[in-house]
């Protein structure tokens, strides 16, 4: 089962006690604090973990178990690997390590001469050499995952003979799900997660009780309904089920809310390919608002947007009557939009995954940031990196390869152009709308900036975050005399306000 999640959600999935092992730098365990202190949902195995993270400050982690491919281990293969001398077999398969028993194994060996012993798995604690001298124990070594139905449907009995330590009382053993789905005998180490297993496995928390237990087992008679209570548990324990329980918590997660301003004046195409990225990549587990201001579109734009927002209840409609131009379009979009955190977004843009909330990270770790825009493909500031790709179809994995190589990073910025940016209502409330005196375009962006930082907060590009720009798909049709003449008087105006206008660069690269 495929689980699809917002790309930029931060799960700590928790499934070792890493302080258990031994050698385990002091650097490693304070990074795992310091991933499960911001991390949206922390996630754990077992109960004991549970209480550990707890007593870190996590009193909200959520135990997700491990679980099994029930169809891959329930029925018996064709072909078995038979025993030697068509003796019983007392099986284990799973990593032979530091927290693998293997005096217990000897003692076993020994007490249950007439049986074989088969150990499967990646031996990097020389038990082979240990148990050489017994010929009744064979190590066959690491197996593919494909084989082991056929051992696991050969064992009569199946072991988790594991030493009682840190890292195994908080583990929740994957093998003993698989071993169930065989319907099979089984004897554990009584470790605190094996108690959810009931009567369904033997337990002891001593050799001679655990010794005792597979004797019991080696003689227990058949028993069908036994077997199938067995199996019918570790059908319910699949890593479906896991993804589920998983996708609930997701779902029950509460986010900031946002709104997408997506101001649009003709250039139906491009719209739509704005909007169809925005519902299809915006994967935001929070609330989404879209809100289509219209600048009085003479083409089919109002009649599109009507039918899109028949069926996206997301999307909110804000229809002009007249072409209002950039600022006080926007303004019409902002003032209608409700959410907790403000986007700007140009129609001739199309977003990839993950971008709203990877934006949204920067603000929550950032608590002076104002206004951040992303990296694109095409503007004329420090906003354009280097990527390439000859489509738009091409565009996500050229997207993928620049933002994780810069995960997490910022740019500091000046000025950002208003493609696209977001900001908090905070400062949204605090800052203003934008100055409607710029008309058509034209230094709006960089007076809304300077407002911004006139109130000490601080302006950057989020280089984990690509957005696909075209740049200037409604200036183009504008006659050059025209925006040549308006760009003069947008710039007195600007100057007016903030001084002399210091043209926008390009980074160094």
Same mark, same amino acid.
């Given at each position: 089962?495929?689980?699809?999640?917002? %790309?930029?959600?931060?799960?700590?999935?928790?499934?070792?006690?890493?302080?258990?092992?031994?050698?385990?730098?002091?650097?490693?365990?304070?990074?795992?604090?310091?991933?499960?202190?911001?991390?949206?949902?922390?996630?754990?195995? #077992?109960?004991?973990?549970?209480?550990?993270? +707890? &007593?870190?400050?996590? @009193?909200?982690?959520?135990?997700?178990? /491990?679980?099994?491919?029930?169809?891959?281990?329930?029925?018996?293969?064709?072909?078995?690997?038979?025993? @030697?001398?068509?003796?019983? $077999?007392?099986?284990?398969?799973?990593?032979?390590?530091? !927290?693998?028993?293997?005096?217990?194994?000897?003692?076993?060996?020994?007490?249950?001469?007439?049986?074989?012993? $088969?150990?499967?798995?990646?031996?990097?604690?020389?038990?082979? =050499?240990?148990?050489?001298?017994?010929? /009744?124990?064979?190590?066959?070594?690491?197996?593919?995952?494909?084989?082991?139905?056929?051992?696991?449907?050969?064992?009569?009995?199946?072991?988790?003979?594991?030493?009682?330590?840190?890292?195994?009382?908080?583990?929740?053993?994957?093998?003993?799900?698989?071993?169930?789905?065989?319907? +099979?005998? $089984?004897?554990?180490?009584?470790?605190?997660?094996?108690? @959810?297993?009931?009567?369904?496995?033997?337990? +002891?928390?001593?050799?001679?009780?655990?010794?005792?237990?597979? /004797?019991?087992?080696? %003689?227990?008679?058949?028993?069908?309904?036994?077997?199938?209570?067995? @199996?019918?548990?570790?059908? +319910?324990?699949?890593?479906?089920?896991?993804?589920?329980?998983?996708?609930? &918590? $997701?779902?029950?997660?509460?986010?900031?809310?946002?709104?997408?301003?997506?101001?649009?004046? /003709? %250039? !139906?195409?491009?719209?739509?390919?704005?909007?169809? #990225?925005?519902?299809? =990549?915006?994967?935001?587990?929070?609330q989404l608002e879209v809100v289509a201001a219209d600048n009085a579109s003479s083409d089919e734009t109002v009649e599109r947007l009507k039918e899109w927002a028949t069926r996206e209840p997301r999307l909110k409609l804000v229809l002009n009557e007249s072409n209002l131009g950039f600022s006080a379009g926007n303004n019409t979009g902002l003032a209608a939009a409700t959410s907790d955190y403000l986007v700007m977004l140009n129609n001739d843009t199309v977003v990839t995954r993950g971008w709203l909330l990877s934006l949204l990270r920067h603000f929550q770790a950032t608590p002076s940031l104002g206004l951040l825009g992303p990296a694109t493909n095409h503007i004329g500031n420090e906003s354009k990196v280097p990527v390439h790709y000859e489509s738009l179809t091409q565009m996500p994995a050229a997207s993928r390869v620049w933002t994780l190589a810069h995960m997490g990073q910022l740019y500091p910025m000046r000025t950002l152009a208003f493609f696209c940016v977001m900001m908090s209502r905070?400062?949204?409330?605090?800052?203003?709308?934008?100055?409607?005196?710029?008309? =058509?375009?034209?230094?709006?962006?960089?007076?809304?900036?300077?407002?911004?930082?006139?109130?000490?907060?601080?302006?950057?590009?989020?280089?984990?975050?690509?957005?696909?720009?075209?740049?200037?798909? &409604?200036?183009?049709?504008?006659? &050059?005399?025209?925006?040549?003449?308006?760009?003069? =008087?947008?710039?007195?105006?600007?100057? #007016?306000? !903030?001084?002399?206008?210091?043209?926008?660069?390009?980074?160094?690269?």
């Amino acid at each position: 089962m495929a689980l699809t999640l917002p %790309n930029a959600l931060q799960i700590y999935d928790c499934m070792d006690h890493h302080e258990g092992f031994g050698g385990m730098p002091p650097t490693l365990v304070e990074q795992e604090h310091a991933y499960m202190d911001r991390a949206d949902i922390v996630t754990v195995t #077992s109960q004991w973990l549970h209480d550990w993270a +707890s &007593s870190k400050g996590r @009193q909200d982690a959520i135990i997700v178990r /491990n679980g099994c491919d029930y169809q891959h281990f329930y029925a018996p293969p064709k072909q078995a690997h038979q025993p @030697q001398e068509q003796r019983k $077999v007392i099986g284990y398969f799973g990593a032979i390590a530091e !927290w693998f028993d293997v005096e217990l194994i000897q003692k076993l060996a020994q007490r249950f001469g007439d049986c074989e012993v $088969v150990l499967v798995g990646n031996d990097t604690v020389q038990a082979g =050499r240990a148990l050489a001298h017994l010929p /009744n124990v064979r190590l066959v070594g690491e197996k593919p995952y494909n084989e082991l139905p056929q051992y696991l449907h050969d064992f009569d009995v199946c072991l988790l003979p594991f030493q009682r330590i840190p890292l195994t009382l908080a583990t929740n053993p994957v093998k003993v799900y698989e071993y169930l789905c065989a319907g +099979s005998e $089984v004897v554990c180490t009584d470790l605190p997660e094996i108690a @959810q297993f009931g009567e369904l496995v033997h337990k +002891s928390d001593t050799h001679e009780g655990f010794i005792e237990a597979v /004797n019991r087992a080696l %003689n227990a008679p058949a028993d069908q309904a036994m077997q199938a209570r067995r @199996q019918a548990f570790a059908q +319910s324990q699949t890593w479906a089920e896991r993804a589920q329980c998983l996708r609930r &918590s $997701v779902q029950s997660l509460e986010l900031p809310s946002i709104s997408v301003v997506v101001l649009t004046y /003709n %250039n !139906w195409a491009y719209t739509e390919a704005c909007l169809d #990225s925005l519902f299809t =990549r915006t994967d935001y587990p929070g609330q989404l608002e879209v809100v289509a201001a219209d600048n009085a579109s003479s083409d089919e734009t109002v009649e599109r947007l009507k039918e899109w927002a028949t069926r996206e209840p997301r999307l909110k409609l804000v229809l002009n009557e007249s072409n209002l131009g950039f600022s006080a379009g926007n303004n019409t979009g902002l003032a209608a939009a409700t959410s907790d955190y403000l986007v700007m977004l140009n129609n001739d843009t199309v977003v990839t995954r993950g971008w709203l909330l990877s934006l949204l990270r920067h603000f929550q770790a950032t608590p002076s940031l104002g206004l951040l825009g992303p990296a694109t493909n095409h503007i004329g500031n420090e906003s354009k990196v280097p990527v390439h790709y000859e489509s738009l179809t091409q565009m996500p994995a050229a997207s993928r390869v620049w933002t994780l190589a810069h995960m997490g990073q910022l740019y500091p910025m000046r000025t950002l152009a208003f493609f696209c940016v977001m900001m908090s209502r905070a400062v949204y409330e605090r800052i203003g709308p934008m100055d409607e005196t710029f008309g =058509r375009g034209f230094f709006e962006d960089d007076d809304y900036c300077r407002r911004v930082e006139q109130q000490g907060l601080h302006l950057a590009c989020a280089d984990d975050v690509l957005v696909h720009h075209r740049l200037s798909a &409604s200036f183009d049709k504008v006659d &050059s005399g025209e925006r040549q003449a308006l760009f003069e =008087r947008n710039k007195a105006y600007y100057e #007016s306000k !903030w001084g002399a206008w210091q043209p926008h660069r390009y980074r160094d690269h």
